[in-house]
């Protein structure tokens, strides 16, 4: 009787928002935010985003689900820039992946 293996699949935590996925897919995914915040638009709406969020600070008198809201704002906008970065630390801001990025779906 002869046994077949099924490929391994390089799965990893990712360092930038603490989710597992594939490791080619959390390379995609910085790749393609690197292509889309690096052109001239993605650029100003980075720096839009930063404004509502990263660059603006709450009054004191602010309750709790307030604070909680706008930090997760905040943490959002920061994924973005984490993953900006990194995709341009690992390879071409010009990426693009031959399909879709489902949730599923591996990546090429």
Known sequence: MRVIRAPIERRMRSLIDGIDRLA?????????????FSTGGGKEFLDY??????????EPNQDDRALRHFEGARWLVSIIQSRMKTGQQEGAP???????????????
Do not use: C, M, Q, S
């Not at 985003?49 to 709450?58: G, P, Q």
């Open 94 to 108: 010009d990426y693009e992946p031959e399909r879709p990025l489902g949730p599923d779906l591996p990546v090429p």
């Open 49 to 58: 985003l930063k404004d509502i969020t990263v660059n603006r600070a709450l």
């Open 24 to 36: 080619e897919r959390e390379h995609a995914l910085n790749l393609l935010a690197a292509r889309l």
